[in-house]
């Protein structure tokens, strides 16, 4: 019903238009599932993220920070009629060489598997090389995490290396995967 109120909005220039999904500009309203997801433990356990448990005025820190911060472009997962899925993000971004760091987060487990995180991350790699003209996008992965792994792989990403036991979680160091993806090596999923 909501939805068919806003229609209009859904082909507004500002939303990232993929196959399976849009992406959005993440809003004040979204905050309540990004408190959940943050204190998800099997998304802090396969995204790396910090294991304290996080308060709302942190995740609102959080919402101010990204959204505010010029290295930082996040945007909103939605599915074709409005479900907000999760999180993708260009971080560190360096404007002057063309350089981004990606990070995907679906957070609604029910929907992993179903081909929305390699849609998401294909759409923003599509839109960063092809808007924002960036060259070079990275992104970094546990060694546990395969289905990540492959997400990145399908759209063209390559292993370049491994950082040997540069993250601490559940009382064990481990290796984060490098990945890197040149504007001419992007792949459609
Ligand atoms: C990682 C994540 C973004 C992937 O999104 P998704 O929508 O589940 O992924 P997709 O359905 O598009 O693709 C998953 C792929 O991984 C494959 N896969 C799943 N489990 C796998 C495993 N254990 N080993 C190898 N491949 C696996 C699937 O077969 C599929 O590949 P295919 O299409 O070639 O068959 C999502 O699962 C997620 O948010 N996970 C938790 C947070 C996280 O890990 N974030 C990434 C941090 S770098």
């Not at 910090?50 to 472009?73: A, C, D, I």
């Not at 971004?93 to 679906?106: C, Q, T």
């Not at 929907?111 to 929305?116: E, N, P």
Request: charged share 30%.
């Amino acid at each position: 019903m909501r939805w068919r109120r806003f229609s209009g909005l859904l082909e507004r220039p500002g939303v990232i238009q993929g196959k399976l999904i849009r992406l959005w500009s993440v809003e004040r309203h979204d905050l309540l599932k990004n408190y959940q997801w943050a204190n998800d433990r099997e998304l802090i356990r396969l995204a790396g993220m910090n294991p304290l448990p996080k308060s709302v005025w942190e995740v609102e820190r959080w919402y101010e920070t990204s959204t505010t911060s010029p290295n930082t472009q996040i945007f909103a997962i939605k599915s074709l009629d409005g479900e907000y899925l999760g999180n993708i993000e260009l971080a560190d971004m360096e404007v002057r060489v063309g350089r981004a760091e990606v990070g995907v987060l679906i957070g609604e487990h029910s929907f992993w598997g179903k081909g929305i995180g390699s849609d998401a991350v294909y759409t923003l790699c599509k839109f960063a090389f092809e808007e924002l003209r960036m060259h070079r996008l990275e992104a970094r992965v546990l060694e546990h995490n395969e289905r990540a792994r492959r997400i990145f792989e399908k759209v063209g990403f390559k292993t370049e290396g491994v950082e040997r036991e540069s993250h601490y979680s559940e009382g064990k160091w481990w290796n984060v995967k490098l990945l890197g993806l040149l504007d001419r090596e992007l792949d459609e999923p």
